[in-house]
């Protein structure tokens, strides 16, 4: 009888412990994530032709939000040329793709790379 007590006192110890360092997890202080919204270089180019995305109904009647965060390869005549998804909804992507490849910008000596948000919401802010 006594080598179960032992047993049982040593299991009750570790059980302790486990629960004592779950506590401790969840007890820690967290650091929520965030973003911080980069304000566009001051040699930014600017928009000759901006078109907006297409919203299709089925989003906008199930009151889906998102936002698209992409960067457009501009050439030096202003035609964007490609367009990188950065981070975002990826339903939306295809939609905020689409209508930069038809954006126009402003012509410089060199191809830049122009960061684009885009925001999908249901009711006009």
């Known amino acids: 009888m006594n080598l179960a ?4 006192r040593n299991f009750a110890r570790i059980d302790n412990l486990f629960r004592l360092a779950a506590l ?3 007890l820690l202080p967290i650091q929520p994530g965030f973003i911080v ?3 566009p270089a001051k040699n930014a180019r600017k928009v000759l032709v901006r078109v907006e995305p297409d919203y299709p109904d089925f ?3 199930g009151h889906f939000e998102a936002r698209v965060i992409a960067e457009a390869t501009v050439l030096p005549n202003g035609n964007v040329s490609s367009v990188e998804i950065k981070g975002g909804n990826p339903m939306f992507a295809e939609f905020a793709t689409k209508a930069l490849m038809k954006w126009k910008y402003a012509a410089a000596p060199a191809q830049t790379v122009e960061p684009v948000i885009f925001n999908f919401h249901t009711n006009p802010r």
């Not at 007590?5 to 049982?8: E, H, M």
């Open 5 to 8: 007590y032992r047993a049982f």
């Open 24 to 26: 401790m997890v969840l």
């Open 37 to 39: 919204a980069q304000a």
């Open 59 to 61: 989003f906008r009647n």
